[in-house]
């Protein structure tokens, strides 16, 4: 008799800890990591208030900024992106740069640290971020392949660019 009110016991104790584990879990995510766009565009978010958006080919995959130092207030043509370590790193084609058209540019934005940096150079670009405290060159992913990937999670998880790379090789 003991051992069976033990195990009703242990079995109600097993119950009430996955119940509570299962509220936890519940968290309340931001709208703004999960809406993918309008009826007429797609969107892909980076760190808030950030994100991707395509309207039409035209532009491709662009991104507003807040034009903390006067500069531009978007950057299009995106072809690379990744979000790595609070720091949002993007590639783009042909874009305005200061107001003038370039053929490629690399950014550096991070919301926290009220950054928003471009470089028409790759070196200048990795010669920033090891400044910024970067060890070794993040990997950007092509943001058609990104796309996909948000697609089909609902959710971006910058954290599993694993998951993301797996899926740009079997694009490839």
């Given at each position: ?50 994100e991707g958006v395509i309207v039409n080919e035209e532009n491709g995959w662009v991104m507003n900024l807040k034009a903390l130092k006067g ?93 993301i790379s797996c899926l740009f090789e079997r694009k490839n």
């Amino acid at each position: 008799m003991i051992t069976q009110l033990f195990k009703v016991f242990r079995l109600s104790l097993l119950i009430a800890s996955l119940s509570a584990c299962s509220e936890n879990s519940k968290h309340k995510v931001d709208g703004f990591y999960t809406e993918h766009g309008e009826w007429d565009s797609a969107r892909i978010p980076f760190i808030k208030p950030y994100e991707g958006v395509i309207v039409n080919e035209e532009n491709g995959w662009v991104m507003n900024l807040k034009a903390l130092k006067g500069g531009d207030s978007m950057l299009s043509h995106i072809r690379k992106a990744t979000v790595f370590n609070g720091f949002i790193l993007v590639h783009t084609g042909s874009t305005l740069m200061m107001g003038v058209e370039i053929k490629e540019s690399w950014w550096v934005v991070s919301p926290s640290r009220k950054i928003e940096e471009g470089f028409s150079d790759e070196k200048q670009y990795w010669d920033y971020l090891k400044m910024l405290g970067f060890k070794k060159k993040p990997r950007l992913h092509d943001i058609r392949v990104i796309a996909s990937y948000y697609e089909d999670h609902d959710m971006m998880d910058w954290d599993d660019t694993r998951g993301i790379s797996c899926l740009f090789e079997r694009k490839n």
